[in-house]
């Protein structure tokens, strides 16, 4: 058992390693075709055309996610299937539009079928090949090799180091293009706005904090017996302790009533915060956004934050265990 195992082990190491170089000799041979390749498409996509991906067999499998990445990137992109594309649905290509064929060969009849219907139209084929002198090749305006020295299959046929490859080269070309076009953060957000990408990308601290009745808030002033009656009716850890002109001063918390007591006892109940609290706590601005607070909580290591607006006044607090409701965390 133990050698099969092994057995299994190292063919599955050989076949990442073939594959591992594949990727580097994609990498070796980019040139100034793949830069031609985004001018190409970044011009395409400020006149609002978009990208037409087209691929038989696993390259169209491949394409379908290329498509997606170009998508959740802001570039218009669809999957048009070569054999329906000749019975109709070529119809969606428009002039100006760029068609990007995948086809390891460059000699599959379904796509150089459509290659001849597609250069009946006012477009650009980018084509992104294992064989930059194929048929394919000849028929495009742009060539991008991603030729590589041999497939993870043993017998040298099932796509596998290819198809990484082709994957890869469309992730290249989406991450390049999304640099050119100054795509940002927030644009990225515009395209996800459901799942945790969209959560920590477009919540602000504002949406995610504790306000009112749930917010603790108490003057300087108060002893620390006070303060407790104020916490607990917020069903918070924590209060935020302000000076006369309702600015933050400090904060005192459920483990600092703790080691109080376990030092001067009951007594603690009658001192005032001013004596105990902890000035100049950690806070956040009530406009940041909610992954800036994440943040906060993993590097500072704290159960509670407090969100002041541009006054300095407390508006808010984020406590720990709302985070994994909020999936965030």
């Known amino acids: 058992m133990a050698t099969k195992v092994k057995n299994t082990l190292a063919l599955a190491r050989k076949v990442l390693d073939i594959e591992l170089a594949g990727l580097k000799a994609v990498r070796s041979q980019l040139d100034e075709q793949f830069e031609n390749a985004v001018e190409i498409l970044s011009e395409a996509l400020s006149r609002r055309n978009k990208l037409v991906i087209v691929g038989i067999g ?27 594309a000749l019975h109709g649905d070529i119809g969606l290509l428009d002039d100006g539009d760029i068609v990007l064929a995948l086809s390891y060969s460059g000699e599959s009849d379904e796509l150089l079928n459509l290659m001849g219907a597609i250069k009946k139209f006012p477009v650009k084929i980018l084509a992104l090949t294992g064989a930059p002198k194929s048929a394919l090749a000849r028929l495009s305006d742009v060539v991008i090799d991603a030729a590589v020295p041999e497939e993870a299959c043993p017998f040298n046929l099932a796509p596998t180091a290819s198809t ?19 795509f940002k953060k927030k644009d990225f957000a515009k395209y996800h706005p459901s799942g945790s990408i969209g959560r920590s990308l477009l919540l602000k601290v504002k949406d995610i904090m504790r306000t009112g009745d749930r917010l603790a808030i108490a003057p300087r002033t108060f002893t620390v017996g006070e303060a407790l009656l104020i916490m607990t009716r917020a069903k918070s850890g924590s209060v935020c302790v302000v000076g006369r002109s309702g600015k933050l001063v400090g904060v005192f918390t459920d483990g600092d009533l703790r080691r109080r007591m376990a030092k001067i006892g009951d007594s603690v109940m009658e001192q005032p915060l001013s004596v105990l609290m902890t000035v100049n706590p950690t806070t956040i601005k009530d406009f940041s956004l909610a992954v800036e607070a994440l943040k906060i909580f993993h590097t500072r290591k704290i159960d509670d934050l407090i969100v002041i607006n541009s006054k300095k006044e407390p508006v808010g607090l984020i406590d720990s265990q709302d985070l994994p409701k909020l999936k965030l965390a």
């Open 164 to 182: 990484t490859a082709m994957l890869a080269l469309g992730d290249a070309l989406a991450m390049s293009l999304l640099q050119r076009r100054g």
């Open 58 to 84: 696993k390259s169209g499998e491949i394409g379908r996610k290329i498509t997606a990445t170009f998508n959740s990137t802001g570039a218009t992109s669809v999957l048009l299937d070569p054999v329906n």
